[in-house]
């Protein structure tokens, strides 16, 4: 790969030519984090050698092997990274269901947990879009009818790619007067940012979408800004609709739509696929929407269940701050 990088015609495609030198660059990161492995793992050997009676230095080795554990584990997890646009961003949307404003109110709990995810794993993250619902409770809360972010970060989706499905809660309502228990669901859907968008492939007609100008607003009608710079795309034979507020600009909301409306059509197009291919198995096809993925308990007792992996864990609180780590790398290794 380096001698075609150094070829004296290897810039005349700058699509391909981009293409290749961002996986050079990527390899060439894999190894260097592997050899500055190899170099912590000899750097401990040797400090244990001397050791022995040095309980401060036995100390300081026992926190450098925990580290070197959790980097290792790390590499380890890339190693199943190895999907289409696995390395790439992801665009994560959170769609409110059954439940009224405890939805809405969830909707907006699992955007936030999300959130606090992406900052641990430093992923740079941005809202697109979100829709509000109308304020509910004693406090006034208002939750989230849909919200659309921008992940970007290398493996973002590849981390994020298995939370698709519906997430279900169940706990004391903050909404109820009588204090009732309330079951709530919500769905998430991650999709990968394509790095371009291929009309031929993906057979975009101008024809067929419908585009309609919007104000930015937040909760209580507090715009954005007063311009109708937001935009809101449908396509006419999917039904799909997608929508961008992010920018000042109407012109850069509307690319950002297409991001959007590509990747699901892409993933529309894998889905109708894979349902052929399993009609040719024999195999059943599970509606989306009634795949319950995981479970969120926090009464009568605290628990969140991962019902595909089985993996359970008790700390509820440190799970609704983003720390996903350990049902998302055994959603990974399924």
């Known amino acids: 790969m380096e001698i075609e990088v150094q070829g004296s015609d290897f810039w005349e495609d700058n699509k391909r030519a981009g293409k290749i030198s961002q996986e050079l660059a990527d390899l060439k990161e894999q190894i260097k984090e592997l050899e500055d492995l190899k170099q912590k793992?000899?750097?401990?050997?040797?400090?244990?050698?001397?050791?022995?009676?040095?309980?401060?230095?036995?100390?300081?080795?026992?926190?450098k092997e925990q580290d070197l554990e959790q980097e290792i584990r790390q590499q380890e997890i890339k190693t199943f990274l190895s999907g289409k646009y696995d390395k790439g961003n992801a665009i994560l949307s959170i769609y409110s269901g059954a439940g009224g404003?405890?939805?809405?109110?969830?909707?907006?709990?699992?955007?936030?947990?999300?959130?606090?995810?992406?900052?641990?794993?430093?992923?740079?993250?941005?809202?697109?879009?979100q829709s509000f619902?109308?304020?509910?409770?004693?406090d006034g809360r208002i939750g989230l009818k849909t919200a659309t972010i921008e992940i970007k970060g290398k493996t973002a989706y590849g981390y994020l790619k298995n939370e698709n499905g519906v997430h279900r809660l169940v706990r004391i309502s903050p909404f109820s007067s009588q204090k009732l228990r309330h079951t709530s669901f919500a769905l998430v859907e991650v999709l990968p940012e394509l790095p371009d968008i291929d009309e031929k492939e993906l057979q975009i007609n101008p024809e067929d979408l419908k585009i309609d100008t919007f104000r930015a607003s937040g909760p209580g009608g507090q715009h954005v800004n007063k311009r109708e710079s937001a935009i809101r795309i449908t396509h006419l034979p999917t039904k799909?609709?997608?929508?961008?507020?992010?920018?000042?600009?109407?012109?850069?909301?509307?690319?950002?739509?297409?991001?959007?409306?590509?990747?699901?059509?892409?993933?529309?197009?894998?889905?109708?696929?894979?349902?052929?291919?399993?009609?040719?198995?024999?195999?059943?096809v599970s509606i989306e929407w009634g795949s319950q993925i995981r479970s969120?308990?926090?009464?009568?007792?605290?628990?969140?269940?991962?019902?595909?992996?089985?993996?359970?864990?008790?700390?509820?609180?440190?799970?609704?701050?983003?720390?996903?780590?350990?049902?998302?790398?055994?959603?990974?290794?399924?």
């Open 41 to 63: 793992l000899a750097e401990l050997k040797e400090l244990s050698s001397l050791a022995e009676e040095d309980e401060k230095l036995e100390r300081e080795i026992k926190e």
């Open 133 to 138: 619902g109308e304020p509910g409770g004693p």
């Open 240 to 284: 799909i609709i997608v929508a961008c507020q992010s920018e000042r600009l109407q012109g850069l909301n509307r690319q950002k739509a297409m991001k959007i409306l590509s990747s699901k059509l892409y993933q529309l197009k894998e889905k109708e696929q894979k349902i052929e291919a399993d009609k040719i198995k024999g195999g059943s």
């Open 101 to 129: 404003v405890d939805a809405q109110d969830w909707a907006t709990m699992l955007l936030r947990m999300y959130q606090r995810y992406c900052e641990r794993k430093r992923f740079k993250i941005k809202i697109l879009e």
């Open 296 to 334: 969120y308990v926090l009464h009568p007792y605290k628990l969140v269940k991962d019902h595909r992996t089985g993996v359970e864990i008790s700390n509820t609180e440190a799970i609704l701050d983003g720390e996903l780590d350990e049902f998302i790398e055994a959603e990974i290794k399924l």
